[in-house]
T-cell receptor
Framework: GQQVMQIPQYQHVQEGEDFTTYCNSSTTLSNIQWYKQRPGGHPVFLIQ?????EVKKQKRLTFQFGEAKKNSSLHITATQTTDVGTYFC??????????FGSGTKLNVKP | DVKVTQSSRYLVKRTGEKVFLECVQDMDHENMFWYRQDPGLGLRLIYF???????EKGDIPEGYSVSREKKERFSLILESASTNQTSMYLCASSLGGQGAIVPTDTQYFGPGTRLTVL
């Protein structure tokens, strides 16, 4: 079935370093959402991307949707310890089926 | 603020027991979802409902059933719990409408229930 691949599975960075997680699909997506789950918490919606090539920013977070709408990335500039958690993409196919990626677990060393 | 609550944070059951997980949302959302979350596998959709008494299978419905008798409440039932159903169970809701999943909805998640089946 159509599923979205998310990489890397884990990322350990020093505080102040940048971080990027990627979601890739073999087929065109209708839209993609990003969620963050803090340790011991539940997923919380961050953003949604709909248009080809779309770029959105939230402070130090930059979200991109590929031109072909088959991939997306979340980039964090100058990570902080508050960024620790697991980041998930949720990809929508044909406007009626969606899948969550397996998540990227980010650990930030102070 | 949307509030999604789940009946238990932690639950321990024995193999073969019938297990009920309850989820309630207070924002009059049409759509409700049940996921399980396992390390390395992300969130996998078990069942969802886009209206009262309506349900649709997700990706891994085997061994589970659901009930939605009232709009605000969505129950997940394990008819005969097995050890491979040990997992974190997350409920979510989204605004929805028009009798179908509205795909651009934000999903609001509950705190989760960590179920252990011995």
């Amino acid at each position: 079935g159509q599923q979205v691949m998310q990489i890397p599975q884990y990322q350990h960075v020093q505080e102040g370093e940048d971080f990027t997680t990627y979601c890739n699909s073999s087929t065109t997506l209708s839209n993609i959402q990003w969620y963050k789950q803090r340790p011991g918490g539940h997923p919380v919606f961050l953003i949604q991307l709909v248009k080809s090539g779309e770029v959105k920013k939230q402070k130090r977070l930059t979200f991109q949707f590929g031109e072909a709408k088959k991939n997306s990335s979340l980039h964090i500039t100058a990570t902080q310890t508050t960024d620790v958690g697991t980041y998930f993409c949720a990809a929508l196919y044909n406007f009626n089926k969606f899948y969550f990626g397996s998540g990227t677990k980010l650990n930030v060393k102070p | 603020d949307v509030k999604v609550t789940q009946s238990s944070r932690y639950l321990v059951k024995r193999t073969g027991e019938k297990v009920f997980l309850e989820c309630v949302q207070d924002m009059d959302h049409e759509n409700m979802f049940w996921y399980r979350q396992d390390p390395g596998l992300g969130l996998r959709l078990i069942y969802f409902s886009y209206d009262v008494k309506m349900k649709e299978k997700g990706d891994i419905p085997e061994g589970y059933s659901v009930s939605r008798e009232k709009k605000e409440r969505f129950s997940l039932i394990l008819e005969s719990a097995s050890t491979n159903q040990t997992s974190m169970y997350l409920c979510a809701s989204s605004l929805g409408g028009q009798g179908a999943i509205v795909p651009t909805d934000t999903q609001y998640f509950g705190p989760g229930t960590r179920l252990t089946v011995l």
